[in-house]
Antibody, heavy 119, light 110 residues
Framework: QLQLQESGPGLVKPSETLSLTCTVSGGSISSSTYYWGWIRQPPGKGLEWIGNIYYRGNTYYNPSLKSRVTISVDTSKNQFSLKLTSLTAADTAVYYC???????????WGQGTLVTVSS | QSALTQPPSASGSPGQSVTISCTGTSRDVGNYNYVSWYQQHPGKAPKLMIFEVSKRPSGVPDRFSGSKSGNTASLTVSGLQAEDEADYYCSSYAGSNNLIFGGGTKVTVL
């Protein structure tokens, strides 16, 4: 059974860079069928797609975040990662990683990790 | 790209049906068959219920169905059960490798 697990700091200071990693278990990140994505959800609010990556490194980003986002993949570790720069309080959210079935349907999801941006 | 429009809330009694709408534009919902629906219980990660407008992942009850007409997609939950009480989100491919979500609908089982 495929499982995803986010890891990273829970508290980051404004203007700094957030780094999160998603570890995939129970399956290979190098599957030709799937993409891998990051989605976030501010407390009490809706979902926002951040971006996707293919195991070969092809990336697609939300235009509203593109200037601050980098997603990378490490197939040797079965992991993919998110970097988000120039953080503000508006970036406070639960960050989820998930597998994209190729048609922008995300399944399964990680449990999510709350990231708070505060000094 | 604006978010898709969903009603803030919907409700129904056990056994009844409830339908949630997701309205976009001709640049997203109306132009692609990549509409998905997610169920989210409080404090939990979203769960995929429908993808590509009307397809159900393995394990999702057939009480859940999806459809699309023009720029509006819909999720119908038939035979409402207490466990269906949750937030529901739609998403749609919006072209140029971009994905947008709806604002979410809280479904209450009366």
């Amino acid at each position: 059974q495929l499982q995803l697990q986010e890891s990273g700091p829970g508290l980051v200071k404004p203007s700094e860079t957030l780094s999160l990693t998603c570890t995939v278990s129970g399956g290979s990140i190098s599957s030709s069928t799937y993409y891998w994505g990051w989605i976030r959800q501010p407390p009490g609010k809706g979902l926002e797609w951040i971006g996707n990556i293919y195991y070969r490194g092809n990336t697609y980003y939300n235009p509203s975040l593109k200037s601050r986002v980098t997603i990378s993949v490490d197939t040797s570790k079965n992991q993919f990662s998110l970097k988000l720069t120039s953080l503000t309080a508006a970036d406070t959210a639960v960050y989820y990683c998930a597998r994209d079935n190729g048609g922008y349907g995300f399944d399964p999801w990680g449990q999510g990790t709350l990231v708070t941006v505060s000094s | 790209q604006s978010a898709l429009t969903q009603p803030p809330s919907a409700s129904g009694s056990p056994g009844q049906s409830v339908t949630i709408s997701c309205t976009g534009t001709s640049r997203d919902v109306g132009n692609y068959n990549y509409v998905s629906w997610y169920q989210q219980h409080p404090g939990k990660a979203p769960k995929l219920m429908i993808f590509e407008v009307s397809k159900r992942p393995s394990g999702v009850p057939d009480r859940f169905s999806g459809s699309k007409s023009g720029n509006t997609a819909s999720l119908t939950v038939s035979g409402l059960q207490a466990e269906d009480e949750a937030d529901y989100y739609c998403s749609s491919y919006a072209g140029s490798n971009n994905l947008i979500f709806g604002g979410g609908t809280k479904v209450t089982v009366l």
